[in-house]
């Protein structure tokens, strides 16, 4: 059950998130909060599944429910990529700026988007499996297809982030990529992924708050 309830907790916190993403879109109405949000929509979606396996149980609900989430990773996840260079041009990073760099991040993410969804999704084969008192449905058979979305993703903003610290000054949003990548390529399991989630969306989210509320002018911050 502590698993369970973990999940949940993580929800309330992603679900968060979303909230201080809608809060600032009122207030600024800038588009560079969408991303986040929706990414953490996603993420909330995808720990409340897990938390309530435990109680649904396995069966056509369950699978029913748990065949989003797959979507969410594959499909949404990669739009962080484009997200990223475009928050560091709005932080002053000149080569996200340009044309190249826009065009680029644009051919990688929906290479990789095709590749998950014809990939993994098209055959997507669900399975149920337990962990420490939770059900949930995983893929009958992991796949590269399945796993390059949010590698290649978290790559791309990992780089991103650094520019922007170097330009500004914020090492939040690299912490939290790094963090994010760390763990990510230990593999432990879900639940501690789920928490680097967290993590990294935090500083997503934190990242697109701080540019909401800021001009492109490099500043000295070290926060």
Known sequence: MLASLSFAVLAAGQLALVCWCGVRFRRTADRILIVPAVVCAALVYDNA?????????AGAALETWSAPRFVAHIVLTP??????VAAAGRAGVGWARTEWA????????GAVIATGVFGELISLTLVPAQWSGTVRYTTAHASIAG???????????????GAVWRVRGYRT??????????????????????CAEL???LGTVATAVRLSESSP?????TR
């Open 49 to 57: 599944v897990l938390a309530a396996g435990r109680w649904v149980g």
């Open 79 to 84: 739009l962080l990529m484009p997200w990223a």
């Open 102 to 109: 826009r065009a680029a991040v644009y051919v990688v993410t």
């Open 147 to 161: 796993l390059l979305p949010p590698v290649v993703t978290v790559l791309v903003v990992l780089v991103a982030a």
């Open 173 to 194: 949003w690299t912490v939290t990529t790094v963090t994010m990548t760390v763990v990510s390529a230990a593999m432990p399991p879900m639940l501690l992924t789920n």
């Open 199 to 201: 993590v990294f969306a």
């Open 217 to 221: 002018t490099p500043a000295t911050s």
